[in-house]
């Protein structure tokens, strides 16, 4: 693809024989054969869902070549579809369909299609060939690129799930101009955790920019994008199965983790949960002496000014809380590891919070 100031831009996620392109630009979709190169042979099967159907399919029926075997499975939507029983579905249309192993997954959605079509793909005859083209902002700057792949358990979000990355991820930009302003919100707070995790320039970006972000101004939304793609990418080549850094990605998911599997999916959007999961670990760094008060204003305004919640589910308590966070993922030998800020842009795993410090927080922390 041309690489101009104002067209489509690429960044490669450098993991060896298995390092990948992530392509970002507008009206990107839309290109005859734009799937083409990562196309692992003759059987294609586009997964979406009922919301993107309608929007984009057509369009990525354009991107594959003319002479592919084209099946396509369309799932209801919602982070309450995000559950083995859907991705059995995948399989089964995948099995009716007679793919082989050259056959390539499509995910063409935000983050919950591309999770199971992903873990589907993992899976299926141990493991084929997939692409990412992710139609939220959340998924653009985030789930669609690592690798990570999963489904949900009533007892804990992602907890089942593997590690397998996808031949390519093809962001095209124009998608969001159908993304709802919650929806929208949500994928902001992913992208304003790059900024606190590791790059405090571009939090200060962040700052000034989120009115533009907001209202979907081109320009605005193409840096924000390329340049998350590029943190979480930095991130994924150092530490692709999440044994040290990458962990990092996870600012303020034990906490958001917990309020969305305590609310039922679906009911938070995971960037709103993060949203106030990452306020919640910028006031317990405050409480361990690494932010200041004016730090923590400084992560609450740039999450106001994305819209995003402010405040903890009324009905969930302290207990609540725990029990769900003992499930995460990051935890080893029962002690509780999260992710926090010991500065803006330079975050930490710690695993040695004072329990009374974290109930103090969890009991102080307003709520809705």
């Known amino acids: ?39 692992a042979g003759r059987q294609v099967m586009i997964v979406t869902n009922e919301t993107v159907a309608p929007l984009y399919l057509e369009r990525c029926r354009k991107a594959l070549p003319d002479d592919v075997e084209l099946r396509e499975l369309v799932l209801p939507d919602g982070e309450a579809t995000k559950t083995l029983e859907h991705v059995s579905r995948i399989w089964d ?8 192993r050259r056959c390539t997954l499509v995910a063409l959605g935000g983050g919950v299609i ?9 899976c299926y005859q141990r493991g084929v060939a997939f692409i990412q083209v992710p139609t939220t902002l959340l998924a653009q700057v985030d789930s669609s690129v690592g690798g990570k792949t999963g489904v949900n358990h009533p007892l804990g979000k992602n ?3 593997a590690f397998w990355q996808p031949r390519a991820v093809l962001i095209d930009t124009d998608t969001l ?54 943190l979480k990418a930095e991130i994924v080549a150092e530490d692709e199965t999440e044994q040290g850094v990458r962990a990092l990605l996870n600012l303020g998911h034990t906490f958001g983790h917990a309020i969305e599997a305590h609310q039922g999916y679906g009911n938070w959007l995971h960037g709103e949960a993060v949203g106030t999961g990452m306020l919640m670990a910028a006031e317990l760094s405050a409480r361990l002496g690494w932010l200041t008060t004016d730090d923590v204003e ?58 009374a410090t974290l109930r103090e927080l969890l009991e102080r922390f307003p709520r809705a």
Not at 93 to 100: K, P, Q, R
Not at 329 to 338: E, G, M, P, Q
């Open 1 to 39: 693809m041309t690489h101009t100031p104002s067209g489509p831009h690429t960044l490669e996620v450098a993991l060896g024989d298995r390092s990948y392109p992530i392509h970002i630009g507008p009206g990107l979709l839309g290109e005859p054969g734009a799937l083409a190169p990562w196309l």
């Open 93 to 100: 249309a995948l099995l009716e369909a007679g793919f082989n």
């Open 114 to 122: 591309g999770d199971m079509v992903g873990f589907a793909a993992a």
């Open 159 to 161: 907890m089942i799930g």
């Open 177 to 230: 101009a159908t993304l709802p302003p919650r929806e929208l919100s949500a994928g902001l707070a992913e992208v304003i955790k790059y900024g606190l995790i590791r790059d405090v320039d571009f939090l200060a970006w962040l700052e000034q920019a989120l009115p533009a972000l907001r209202d979907l101004e081109p320009a605005a939304l193409a840096h924000a994008i390329e340049r998350s793609c590029a």
């Open 298 to 355: 400084r992560v609450r305004a740039i999450l106001r000014a994305a819209g995003l919640p402010l405040e903890a589910p009324a009905e969930m308590g302290v207990d609540d809380f725990l029990s769900r966070m003992r499930l995460d993922k990051k935890n080893v030998d029962s002690r509780l590891r999260l992710v926090l800020l010991r500065a803006l842009g330079e975050a930490c795993v710690h695993d040695a919070t004072p329990e």
